[in-house]
């Protein structure tokens, strides 16, 4: 929950190079969008973003998708990641779902914890302060 706006939080979430470390090329705020997302030999992925509602929702579905620390390098392709935002009195909330990801598969201690970082305090960092640093080691 933060005390920004629905629009502001929407903004934020659709700012992918201001909350995630790594390298992010192509466009990341309309539908339609594709774009690649890369830190070191770790991981690659590429997003289209499936479903845009200002205020409301953003989805983005996984093109393709390399996990250096997987058996299953390939184990987010197809998979989704669902930002649902809503009002609770004065306060916003952004609820993320990574569908797809459950504890079958080999990264999800691993990427869970890492969404953990990315949406706790990284993602809400830009929303409430406006603040671009994502990884605070770099």
Known sequence: MVDQSAEEAFGAINNVRGWWSGEVEGATDFLGAEFTYRYKDIHY????????????????????????????????????????????GDKTKVQFTHLGLVPQVECYGACTDGWGFYIKDSLRNLIRLGKEKPNPNE
């Open 45 to 88: 992925s590429k997003q289209r973003v499936v479903e845009f509602v200002p205020g409301k929702r953003v989805t983005w579905k996984v093109l393709e998708g390399y996990l250096s620390f997987s058996k299953d390098r390939e184990e987010w392709k197809g998979t989704r990641m669902v930002f649902d935002i809503s009002k609770r």
